[in-house]
């Protein structure tokens, strides 16, 4: 397959390097914000499991450079991440209750977060019960981290894995949350079973303490059962964007605009130090080691007529 093959199967990839985006996913926070307008008066946001940094991207072009004296992005991720225009990082764990304090301790005078996203989401094994279920412990470890960190009134978003087992999950959003809705951005391929949870208005229970929890390692978790009401809401489900735009499952044409050439760029950001750079050395190694075998057994075709 020749360099161009990505660019002419996925348009918001080819459109997220000619816009000088680090990754195709800076559109879906994009088609987000056109539909429920969550920057309007936003100065201090987080970021969670922000690398490669899109998003925070996002976040410095329409909040920071407009606004460059009062806005505080702070963006949070295990993994190193390139560095931003207005863009604080700190390299560590959302399930930890020091990540939380490192996050206020930036804003000051215990101010906290009027905006919180999280675009993260697990290595998928294709199984998708597992990949579901490991998505939504993602999810409410967010969720946790932003009871510490949003003020009253705030707003979060985050990836979901839609499942046929996930409207407790959106019940438990909603008890925090005034409205939740579930978004589904035309940049995000109509094959894939992910889409974003857009929740607002945030207004813990009475009484409630934010709680740091992993839910990926206690064993005996409390459930209270409830007659609330709030089980029986149903979240609505909103597409962002119309068929005015471009379709992320089609292939498009190289030129798209009939006075420009087509011209090839790279990615804007490399991963500086992904989690699959050790096995990518591996298969360097052995593809050095068996080349020659391999190109044989791939140039020689084999038949039974000998």
């Known amino acids: 397959m020749g360099k161009t093959s990505k660019d002419k199967r996925d348009i918001y990839y080819r459109l997220a390097k000619e816009e000088g985006w680090r990754a195709r996913s800076a559109f879906k926070l994009l088609h987000i914000d056109e539909v429920f307008n969550i920057f309007a008066g936003v100065t201090r946001c987080v970021d969670l499991c922000a690398a490669p940094g899109s998003w925070s991207q996002v976040l410095s072009k329409k909040l920071y450079e407009n606004n460059p004296d009062d806005v505080k992005i702070i963006a949070v991720d295990l993994q190193p991440m390139a560095p931003l225009q207005g863009v604080i990082q700190i390299q560590g764990d959302i399930t930890k209750l020091s990540t939380a304090e490192s996050i206020i301790s930036h804003f000051g005078d215990g101010q906290k977060a009027q905006l919180v996203v999280c675009d993260g ?17 993602l999810l409410l470890a967010a969720l946790n981290i932003s009871t510490h960190v949003l003020v009253n009134g705030g707003t979060f978003v985050a990836k979901i894995f839609r499942g046929k087992d996930t409207t407790l999950l ?23 079973i992910e889409a974003f949870v ?4 945030y207004q813990p229970p009475d009484g409630y303490k934010p709680q740091m929890i ?16 709030v089980n029986k ?27 420009k050439k087509y011209e090839f760029k790279e990615v804007v950001q490399k ?12 298969m360097k190694t052995v593809s050095l080691k068996h080349g020659s075998i391999c190109v044989d057994e791939a140039a020689t075709p084999t038949t039974n007529n000998g």
């Open 121 to 137: 989401a697990p290595d998928v094994t294709g199984l998708h019960d597992i990949d579901e279920y490991i998505q939504s412990q």
């Open 170 to 192: 959106y019940s438990q959003l909603k008890i925090f949350f005034e409205k939740v809705s579930i978004a589904k951005p035309a940049s995000s391929r109509n094959s894939s």
């Open 198 to 201: 857009v929740c607002q208005n």
């Open 214 to 229: 992993n839910p990926m390692s206690i064993d005996d978790i409390e459930i209270i059962e409830s007659d609330s009401p």
């Open 233 to 259: 809401v149903i979240v609505p489900f909103i597409v962002c964007g119309d068929l005015r735009g471009y379709d992320s499952d089609m292939s498009y044409s190289l030129n798209l605009d009939c006075d």
């Open 271 to 282: 991963p500086i130090n992904p989690a699959y750079s050790e096995v990518l050395e591996k």
